[in-house]
C-alpha cells in the first residue's frame, strides 16, 4: 500500500509561483510513476480529474498536459520519497484541487492510478 500526502498549496496572484510537494510512504518510491492531476472548484462529483503530468520512476522522463506549455515542471527526489510540482506563470484558470498519484506501471501517459492522494488546493487570484 502507498500513501501520499500532498503539501504546498495555497492562494497567489496571477502570475505567482507554488510549489506542491507530495510525500509517499509504504510501498517503494522509487519503483513508481507519479503524476499530478487537478479538478478545478465546481466540478460535478466523479468528473474525471484532469491529467497535468507524470514522472517516471527515475526521474528522467516527464509528460506534461499541452496546458501546462512550459510552466509546471515536475521533479522527484527518491532519497526524500517526495515528488513535486513547480507551478509558475500561474493563472486564475489554474485555481483547482491537486492531487499527486503513484503507480506500478510504465506508461507516462496513462491516466490510470493505482494510489491517490486527498489534494492540496490552490486558488490564484486576479
Known amino acids: 500500500q502507498v500513501q501520499l500526502v500532498e503539501s504546498g498549496g495555497g492562494l497567489v496572484q496571477a502570475g505567482g509561483s507554488l510549489r506542491l510537494s507530495c510525500a509517499a510512504s509504504g510501498r517503494s518510491f522509487s519503483s513508481l510513476r507519479m503524476g499530478w492531476f487537478r479538478q478545478a472548484p465546481g466540478k460535478a462529483p466523479g468528473k474525471e480529474r484532469e491529467f497535468v503530468g507524470a514522472i517516471s520512476w527515475s526521474g528522467d522522463n516527464t509528460y506534461y498536459a499541452d496546458f501546462v506549455k512550459g510552466r509546471f515542471t515536475i521533479s522527484r527526489d527518491n532519497a526524500k520519497n517526495t515528488v513535486y510540482l513547480q507551478m509558475n506563470g500561474l493563472k486564475p484558470e489554474d485555481t483547482a484541487d491537486y492531487y499527486c498519484?503513484?503507480?506500478?506501471?510504465?506508461?507516462?501517459?496513462?491516466?490510470?492510478?493505482?494510489?491517490w492522494g486527498q489534494g492540496t488546493q490552490v486558488t490564484v487570484s486576479s
Open positions: 498519484a503513484a503507480d506500478r506501471g510504465y506508461y507516462l501517459g496513462s491516466r490510470e492510478y493505482e494510489h
